[in-house]
């Protein structure tokens, strides 16, 4: 069904009144929106995906199906989650204390993976906490992010390791005439790169 501001929320699916909705974002069917997330305008959240006590959105993200975004995980505009991902928030997790009581919330420090502007995390990867993808990164599927990806960073593997450049249009890019130098093929953006960072030229 649809609400005030274009806000769609099917009936099949479970979403706090507590939670914050933007205008014109949907969740769909099966999919779970806990207390004090944060979705911006614009994002879609699929069929079973999970989105996290106080997990913050901002707009235009999409949030594919089944895909686990725990607290408290940060998701910068334009960010791309794929199918079955999962965002992980503990460290070190056991499920009971060392002297066998069962933990508690109490028990345990929740840290999340923050993703930048326009990256895009792959079907089936997992990133695990405390992480924080760059911008316009792209995580290849079925990877596992254990570090810190660079902004523009092509990632892939387990542990996912950098395998190349990406461009915004998430085209990799091709190596220019100049040594350092990196262009994209689909949009003709010339990049930069010094000590494993990548920068993108002024127009």
Request: negative net charge; proline residues 5%.
């Amino acid at each position: 069904m649809t609400g005030r501001d274009g806000v769609k929320i099917v009936e099949s699916a479970d979403v706090s009144p507590e939670a914050v909705v933007g205008t014109g974002s949907s969740v769909w069917h099966l999919a779970q929106v806990r207390e004090h997330a944060k979705l911006g305008d614009n994002c879609i959240i699929g069929r079973g995906a999970y989105i996290g006590t106080g997990v913050v959105m901002e707009d235009n993200c999409k949030v594919q199906n089944y895909a686990l975004v725990y607290e408290p995980a940060r998701l910068a505009d334009g960010v791309f989650i794929g199918p079955a991902v999962v965002l992980t928030n503990d460290t070190y997790p056991r499920a009971i204390n060392p002297d066998g009581t069962q933990k508690s919330g109490d028990d345990w420090e929740p840290v999340g993976v923050t993703i930048e502007r326009g990256a895009s995390i792959g079907a089936r990867a997992t990133c695990v906490a405390p992480v924080t993808i760059g911008a316009w990164a792209t995580v290849a599927a079925g990877a596992v992010v254990v570090k810190d990806v660079p902004s523009y960073a092509l990632v892939a593997g387990t542990p996912a390791r950098r395998i190349g450049w990406v461009g915004e249009s998430g085209v990799p890019l091709v190596c220019g005439v100049e040594a350092g130098s990196w262009e994209c093929p689909a949009t003709g953006a010339k990049f930069l790169e010094f000590d494993d960072v990548l920068q993108k030229e002024k127009a």
